[in-house]
């Protein structure tokens, strides 16, 4: 569901979105989700889950987000 949002809803409803804001964005994610973890509201594990689709989904999302925004880039 992260996905979903990095890499549809945030580009296309927050018309300010750059590939730097999906960064910034995404990092914010990740904050939260350790304060999650640190006080016990998830387990470190669905931490770690999120971590790690952040790292292996970046490129993808913001390659995504240029390219709604330039529409004539190939993507």
């Not at 996905?3 to 296309?12: A, S």
């Not at 750059?18 to 989700?33: D, E, G």
């Not at 999650?36 to 998830?42: H, L, N, Q, S, T």
Request: aromatic share 18%.
């Amino acid at each position: 569901m992260l996905g979903d949002f990095l890499r549809d809803y945030f580009i296309r409803k927050c018309m300010w979105s750059t590939p730097s804001t999906v960064k910034t964005t995404a990092a914010s994610l990740k904050k939260f989700y350790k304060c999650m973890a640190e006080y016990g509201k998830i387990e470190k594990k669905d931490y770690d889950y999120v971590c790690r689709d952040i790292k292996e989904s970046m490129e993808y999302w913001q390659e995504s987000c240029e390219s709604y925004n330039n529409p004539h880039l190939p993507f």
